[in-house]
């Protein structure tokens, strides 16, 4: 068997803006940085003019005693008669020199160590390099993208000033390695082979690509594949202190596969380059994580010329609110059932700017209640930060407060807290529920679909208990940016797609009028391929609205 192949130096630039391994969940809080990386830069060009300064003030001292010692050593007794130049060498080698030993031993780097020392504290760690190695990965599983589209700078169809070197490639095949995750390992690091082969310079070594390209590939069950790329490593390196015993080994499997199979030859190995398409993604934890991934992408939404024609928009002033007489909100139907709205015009672009300002400073990285423990805790399925903002806080958060509340007809009174959230690199929260689930009801009239998603995911009747103000009623979301690519909401129960557009905000039911969660409602934020994305939820809850949305039996709004 086979031990790890020998780790690389792992060369990625970025400056982010906090520690503990949360920078990458938020672009708004890592564009800060691009000025503090431009800081930094500007004292590495101070520091190499002092060095410069300091090379030309030697370089003058040692052009003028070249000139002096070559006239004094072709003739030192002559050169020494005259009382000056005995004086004047006395005086060189008791003051000067000691001049220009001070002169060297000066250290211009001093500003600029002490200027990154001051700012290592909010440079990304470890943790913070997986996780974006990690969403770049996610975004290539979600978007269908290859490596080559990415290591070109290819997203969207669109060509982006970033590409990725063959040691990038290589240190996402070996993040990914390190994680056991064998299946991108191999694309990334038959990516920086292919870039390699092509003649692109490296500071890994082609062995070291090939050592863990083909032990990986082995992993995936392709036992030809990796016997052809390792004996290309022994070819390269026939000393190599793993490929020798690594290709005894794989040919042996080999031959006991072929003996099983009563097969005397193995047929030839794929000509074809390995590509998104050779091996299999292994499937995880998410049950609709085909379902979830085509809708991000845009494929596999239901929306019929049937259903279509059930949409419809208005002018919505909310049974005659004084506040919308005047200026009713503009409301587009999403979708028919369950309902779901769009309302125009919800924020506008000072309200945005207004609210990012304040939460800015405050975003940390979102969490998720722990159904077994009912305790917040990040998770690697939400990759945003977030921040709670109070009404009290800013004229503005009261007046967007009010407006939700004149807009839904719905109480905000016992509401949670207005809370913003920016979205990281390849940011993201996987298909979930905004409502607490209560424990299934056996007498509950349901199909056998119903039936199953109800059984399928675990209760938590207490996510809301502390708040005493009943569960999430509805969910309010405002869009506070365009998302140049990627980052919709989407509904994989039904296949409805909700792309974000800025200003406007969305607005749906979580519970039935008989108070039974509508899990049709289960809904994703997908991952951001290009832009930054930032939102604001405001989360209804059952106190308050007893008059306002009243109880009924029957699960149909």
Not at 42 to 56: D, H, M, T, W
Not at 332 to 351: F, K, Q, T
Not at 509 to 522: A, C, H, I
Request: glycine share 6%; net charge negative.
């Amino acid at each position: 068997m086979r031990g790890c192949p020998p780790a690389a130096v792992l060369v990625l630039c970025g400056l982010c803006w906090a520690a503990n391994a949360e920078i990458f969940t938020s672009i708004g809080q890592m564009t800060d940085l691009i000025y503090t990386e431009k800081e930094l830069v500007q004292s590495l060009k101070e520091y190499i003019r002092a060095e410069e300064s300091k090379l030309a003030a030697v370089k003058s001292w040692a052009k003028k005693l070249d000139v002096l010692t070559r006239a004094s050593t072709s003739d030192p007794e002559g050169f020494l008669a005259h009382p000056v130049n005995a004086y004047k060498l006395m005086k060189r080698l008791n003051t000067e020199w000691s001049e220009l030993e001070s002169l060297v031993l000066q250290d211009p780097s001093d500003g600029f160590i002490s200027n990154i020392s001051a700012h290592r504290q909010y440079f990304p760690d470890e943790e913070d390099e997986k996780g974006a190695a990690k969403a770049l990965m996610r975004l290539q599983d979600t978007y269908q993208l290859d490596s080559e589209s990415f290591a070109k700078g290819n997203l969207h169809g669109v060509r982006y000033n970033a590409e990725l070197t063959v040691d990038d490639c290589f240190d996402m095949g070996k993040t990914a390695y390190n994680e056991v995750d064998y299946y991108h390992s191999v694309l990334w690091m038959q990516q920086a082979l292919k870039q390699m082969d092509a003649g692109e310079e490296a500071v890994v070594s082609k062995a070291d690509v090939l050592d863990y390209l083909s032990y990986s590939v082995y992993q995936m069950g392709d036992l030809p594949r990796a016997i052809e790329l390792t004996r290309r490593l022994v070819a390269i390196d026939p000393g190599h202190q793993r490929a020798g015993g690594n290709l005894r080994y794989f040919e042996k499997l080999l031959s006991a596969e072929l003996t099983e199979k009563d097969q005397s030859q193995q047929e030839p190995m794929s000509e074809q380059p390995i590509t998104l398409g050779t091996y299999k993604r292994p499937r995880d934890y998410l049950p609709e994580r085909e379902t979830y991934e085509a809708l991000c992408r845009g494929e596999g939404v239901k929306m019929t010329i049937k259903r279509q024609s059930r949409m419809f928009c208005r002018y919505q002033d909310r049974n005659r609110n004084p506040r919308l007489l005047l200026k009713p909100m503009l409301e587009e139907d999403e979708w028919d059932s369950p309902h779901i709205v769009r309302y125009l015009n919800a924020l506008s672009d000072e309200e945005i700017e207004k609210i990012k300002e304040l939460a800015k400073p405050r975003l940390a990285r979102a969490t998720v209640r722990d159904p077994k423990t009912g305790v917040l805790t990040v998770a690697n399925y939400r990759v945003s930060k977030s921040a709670w903002l109070e009404g009290e806080e800013d004229p503005v958060i009261d007046r967007v407060n009010q407006r939700i509340e004149d807009v839904t007809g719905l109480s905000v009174a016992t509401a949670e807290l207005l809370q913003v959230a920016n979205y990281g690199v390849g940011g993201q929260y996987e298909p979930h529920f905004d409502f607490s689930r209560r424990p299934f009801d056996s007498n509950l009239k349901v199909d056998g679909n119903r039936l199953a998603t109800y059984l399928n995911y675990k209760d938590e009747p207490d996510a809301f208990k502390s708040l005493g103000t009943g569960n999430r009623v509805a969910t309010f979301l405002n869009y506070m940016s365009d998302v140049e690519a990627g980052g919709a909401t989407v509904f994989p129960d039904f296949g409805a797609a909700i792309w974000p557009r800025k200003g406007t905000a969305v607005f749906w039911y979580n519970l039935f009028r008989s108070g039974e969660g509508d899990y049709r409602t289960r809904h994703a934020a997908c991952p951001v391929l290009v832009g930054s994305k930032w939102v604001s939820n405001k989360w209804i809850h059952e106190r308050g609205q007893e008059f306002r949305r009243p109880c009924g039996p029957s699960e149909v709004d």
